[in-house]
C-alpha cells in the first residue's frame, strides 16, 4: 500500500515538473504569449519575428479552404523549434483574384492587401521585430511580396523585411513526384496537407473533378502574360492530381521547407548589413544630389 502511494507520489511529482518545464519553455506564436514573456520572446528572438502568409481559397475538391494557411503554420511552427524566432498570428490577407469564382475564397482589395500588410509589419517593429521574415505559403503572393519587401525604400522605417517565397523551399532528392502538373492542390500539396492535418484530407474526393489543363489560351505568344491565364487553363482552381498524394513525400516536402524556414531565421539574425544599408540608403535618399558620385577606381 505505501509502496504504492510512493509511485503515485513519484509520478505526480513528475508529472508536475514536466507542466512547470512545458510553463517555463517560451511559446513561439505572439497569441500564446503573455505580456511580460513577449518582451523575453522578443529577447530570445534577438528581434527576429517570423509573419506565415497564408490564403483562405478552394483547394480542388478534397483539401480545406486554409490549405495554404495551415501549411505554412504547421512548417514555420516547427522551424521555430530549430531557430527560435516569434511567430505572428494567422495571416491570409493575401492575392487570390483568381479564385474569386469558387465557394469560400477571401479575396480583398489590392490597396488593402497592401496597406494591411505594411501596418502589420510596422506594428510588429514597434513591439521590437526589426527583422521580419515573411514565410510565403501560397503561389498567388509570389508576385505580391517582392513587389511589398521592394516598396519597404519608399520611406525611412528601422527594420528590415526578408521574404521566403514558395521557390525557397529546397527539393533536393526525395521521393519522386509523379504528379505531371502538380500546381495547385495536387499531388505535394495533398501530401504536405497528410503531414501539417492529415484529418482534413478527403482522399477519396480528390478525383471528384479534373485538375487537367484546359489550355484554352494556347494560341497567345508564350512571353505574354493576362491575369486571365490561370482561369484558362484551370477553371477548377485544381491543376493536378491529388489522389497520389502520399506520406512519404509530405514528410520530405515539409522536412527539407521547414529546413529553409530554420536557415532563413539563422542567417537573419547574423545580418548585420542590411540595416546598415538600408539606413545609409534612407540618409543618401533625403538630398541625392550630395550622395557620392566616385569615378572608377585604376
Ligand atoms: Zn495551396
Redesign the pocket.
Known sequence: MSRAKNVLTLFFAVLVSASLFAQNELPARWEELTGPDFVKAIQKAQGTCMLPFG?I?K?GPHLPLG??LI?VRYATDQAAKQEYAVIFPPYYFGQIFEARHQPGTVAYSLQLQLQLLQETTNEMSRNGCKKILIVN???GNESLLPLFAQSQLASKRDYVVYVLGIGGRRREGGPAVRDKLDM??GES?TSTMLIAAPNLVHMDRAKDQSGADQARLSALPENLYTGIWWYARFPNHYSGDGSLGNRALGEFDMKQWIAAIADSVKGIKADQTSLKLQNEFFEQAEHPLDTPQPLPTK
Do not use: F, K
Open positions: 490564403i481559397e483547394h490549405t495554404d501549411d505559403g501560397h503561389g495547385h492542390a500539396e
